[in-house]
DNA sequence: CATGAATGAGGATTCATTCAT
DNA sequence: TATGAATGAATCCTCATTCAT
């Protein structure tokens, strides 16, 4: 046996000891990319040896897809909450809204999926292709209905989406060369993106008479 | 060492031998990471020996190094173009405009920064710190002229700029991600993103009355 | 060490469970050579986890030792049937067969020998001092005194036996060769060897008047 | 360039260095055989670094591989050296002379290719549908003609050559046992064995009357 | 200018084995 | 009797880089 990794479910030690090393993981790859990190660095900071580390997951790559995979849910979840029967223009503000505070409270994760997807989706490809697609169809179809129905502005939909996208998750990503160009503490820092980004997209949104 | 970093200027031979090392680095980097890239690799899509490439680069940080700092001048130039004398609206819709094209014609650049920028700035700091710096100083000083003036809508002019570089740069650093959720042409992509961030920035930055 | 090796003899279960590991351990050395295989593969070959293996046997090496040393029982066997009394072609003949009998029945077990030997018997020399010298010697003495009483052919008494065992082991620790070449039935393959290997070795011994 | 790999011919140098290579892994995988063989041993045989090996080679198994082609010719040689034209019997015993000549002088060559025979020809399967099937067939027509026309005895060919290839072998393949039952200085052994095996491929060749 | 040769440092894995339960 | 957890020792291999020519 050279490992847990054959059952089905996780002994309590087992899920901490995972846990542990996700955690670590997480940081290491978010600072060096997958092939900057080293197993002896995620060891290190998981508070572990290499081989114990080895013993819980089959390599490098198998920690790297399976966090990655993990963080798909938390990258879906404020979409996922989007209601259907809500007011349209706050919805999407409020989506907005979701994915910032995911950015400020999870930048790593945030930082990890960016690297992921700039080296072309490696290796998450077939949730993009499954529950990823999925709920961004439903999104835009939910998107087109209100526009159609004249409640928020006729744009592109997916257009819309990236836009959201793009900005949200650019004050995690981005953020050293934000805090080169303009230094600030966090708070603020998200406290005016917020303000900002409720501007433009309530006056993209809001449709004129 | 004998090879041309101690001489002033550059032959004819070197710099041809650099601009395809340039190339061929600028390729690789952008696919694989400043890590994940191998020497081996740059030299063999610069068709030459690996060690006929470190005759003319101290290293690979070195080729990267000199690389990204080429690509800051390109990162400028849309913003070096802006107007001070233009009209306001127009001025920042054609910034916007230059940079989506920007983001067109030169993806690799685009990726290779951004993974620069994700892993913290490690190699440009002092670049910041100097001529990017001015740059974008001069830029929000402009912004907040027009803004002070109600020539545009009041916002913060950085949050404005992030913005603009976010929405931009999003269609080509994260193009995997979008080519997954969205097949198209990279014509018709970024026309519809044209038409998508002029619509946006200019609901977003016409002053009504 | 809480394992059965200090009690003098077997429980009904250890001896099942050291009996499953040896066929695991032979099918598993057979194929892959002492250092070829891993624990692991032998426990799951014997399906059981490669602590309780090690439960039962001290290491890696200890199995195979142990294995090899009941193989020999086996090789002497058709040895130990040759009739002093009989008529001495026909023992030698039939002691041919029943060594090729032992190739087609036991083919890991005459390869898992075979490799030992190549490997420079590094782990039985005892048994060579001991049983195996004495019913060599017996069998040496034995042809010697057919040969002297002109009842056999006069050879060399040692490379008959050599001869035997070459002749009749390379169908089975050869048989990967031997099946590129001409690929046939085993039945068919052992039945052809059976012919050759009598009238081969009838033509040596018997004699001529 | 990671190795001299590349190129067509092989400079002075490459040449001794593989060469030196060759002998210590021909020492080495005889011994240990490959799983058992490490790239340290080879290395510090070869007296040179491991990194400077791998310069050389792709790797372990490579070593392995392009030895045992090499191998197979020396093995082809005696069988090639047949002359259809020469008196039967004594054509066939000079093969097995050549062939035991050859197990006296390379013994280690001998165990390193009965290693890969015993492991189920897992390297070299592509020579035995090639050139070896070839010489193999050129030489079973030869003999079956010999037999059919009377010249020797009538028995399956491959047999034959399956039992020349044992006998022969046997001696370099399996002294560790022969040494072990009968200590012989190897001058005696060979002679023994030359006049013993004589004896018996003529008493099978030679037709009676 | 160019390249063949060589190497040191690092890094991922494998695997037998020990230990506690 | 059985197994989950942990580890030390090897071992293969990559790669940037140096050196000599």
């Known amino acids: 046996m050279t490992g847990p990794k054959t059952a089905g479910g996780y002994s309590r030690i087992q899920t901490q000891k995972r846990a542990a090393i996700f955690a670590a993981a997480l940081e290491i790859f978010a600072r060096h990319g997958l092939r900057g990190a ?7 900071e998981a508070d572990m040896s290499k081989q114990n580390l080895l013993y819980y997951f089959d390599g490098k790559e198998a920690i790297f897809v399976e966090l990655i995979q993990q963080l798909t849910d938390l990258w879906l979840e ?15 503000l409020a989506y907005v809204q979701r994915k910032l505070v995911m950015s400020q409270n999870h930048p790593r994760e945030s930082r990890l999926f960016a690297t992921e997807i700039l080296q ?22 939910l998107l087109q209905t209100w526009m159609d129905a004249g409640q928020i502005r006729a744009v592109d939909p997916h257009d819309l989406l990236f836009s959201i996208w793009a900005n949200t998750q650019h004050y995690a990503d981005f953020s050293a060369q934000i805090n080169l160009i303009k230094p600030m503490t966090r708070e603020e820092r998200y406290a005016n993106a917020e303000r900002f980004l409720t501007d433009m997209y309530r006056a993209l949104l809001v449709v004129q008479d």
Chains 1, 2, 3, 4 share one sequence.
């Not at 404020?78 to 999407?92: C, S």
């Open 78 to 92: 404020p979409l996922a909450q989007i209601d259907p029967a809500g007011e349209p223009v706050a919805e999407v």
């Open 38 to 44: 080293s197993l002896e660095a995620i060891a290190a």
């Open 120 to 141: 072309g989706v490696p290796h998450i490809k077939h949730l993009y292709e499954g529950p990823m697609k999925a709920m961004v169809d439903r999104t835009v179809a």
